[in-house]
């Protein structure tokens, strides 16, 4: 049976963002984001960091006890599902989950947790025709999000869902589209899209986004492309927070650093961020490392 929770929340993963002083190869600080930097008081970077009000934003450790660099199928999973994915096989494992960690998200994983409970929960990312189809060839595997999705038995959006402004798509534009869909939904702006992902929270509990176009960035060591999407992550989010109920809070977290050091093309050991927005920020004061973003949102939806 459904129920209303006492907090809702919007958890934005972006993929490959770590939080460090400034520093020449730190685009996050000589990017222009006007909305983050009066919202969080300065920079998304390390000196930046604080609760106040109802604005979270610290460090979380994505490293986990494990040697080496963080990759995104264990941090991922971690960040996911509240388990230490790269403790459990004992090293760092990039990519697309193996059977291990599909185990493990089909067991626990936010969505899945939030649907078990009686939460209205949904990922809010769309999906085109040709991911269909390479996934039925096997020239593509599911992503761990995509895992959580299926765990919780949660149906995927898609292209019409798009156009209708109930899904955005992972570059936030829907420009990407152009190269593969015969007749791909129109382009929109980064505050449209924004506007577009803080409507669908009017229907449900819980709603995750995934945008992955920060780590493809990092791995290019641009800081031009750098600079640019951080302006434009920054006017999505404005788009997000100026349409957020004020019973939404947002979280805003990633699997492990890259963008934030364009010195190499490699993931970082680096801390990656927490920033939470709205009433229920001070929830997730004590979070430590990645591991505890899943829990702290699942207890949050239950709390009365």
């Known amino acids: 049976m459904e129920q209303n929770a006492p907090h809702r929340i919007l958890f934005i993963f972006l993929d490959g963002i770590g939080l460090t002083p400034r520093s020449p190869e730190n685009p996050m600080g000589t990017a222009s984001m006007p909305f983050l930097h009066s919202l969080l ?20 450790d994505a490293c986990l006890g494990v040697k080496g660099v ?31 960690l599909v185990d493990i998200i089909k067991k626990q994983n936010i969505l899945s947790q939030a649907v078990a409970a009686g939460f209205r929960a949904i990922f809010a ?11 039925e060839e096997k020239k593509r595997r599911h992503s761990v999000t995509t895992h959580c999705m299926l765990a919780a038995g949660i149906p995927f959006r898609n292209m019409q869902d798009l156009r209708a402004g109930r899904a955005v798509h992972w570059d936030m534009t829907r420009e990407s589209l152009a190269r593969y869909e015969q007749n791909p939904p129109p382009v ?105 973003v899943t829990p702290a949102v699942v207890k949050l939806l239950a709390f009365t």
């Open 41 to 60: 008081g300065g920079p998304l970077c390390k000196e930046t960091r604080g609760c106040r009000n109802a604005i979270l934003l610290k460090g979380l």
């Open 125 to 135: 990312n769309s999906y085109s025709p040709l991911y269909f189809k390479l996934i």
């Open 188 to 292: 929109i702006n980064h505050y449209m899209a924004g506007t577009h992902l803080a409507a669908i929270t009017a229907e449900f509990d819980l709603v995750v986004y995934e945008s992955f176009l920060s780590d493809m960035i990092g791995h290019s060591k641009s800081m031009q492309k750098a600079e640019n999407f951080l302006g434009h992550l920054d006017t999505f989010l404005k788009g997000v927070v100026d349409h957020l109920g004020q019973e939404v809070t947002l979280v805003l977290s990633s699997d492990h650093g890259n963008l934030e050091d364009l010195s190499t093309t490699q993931h970082t050991r680096n801390p990656v961020p927490l920033l939470v927005y709205g009433k229920a920020a001070a929830a997730f004061s004590h979070a430590r490392s990645i591991t505890d």
């Open 70 to 100: 963080p990759q995104s199928a264990t941090g991922q999973t971690a960040l996911l599902t509240g388990v230490n994915a790269a403790g459990l096989l004992g090293f760092h494992l990039p990519a697309f989950p193996n059977q291990k």
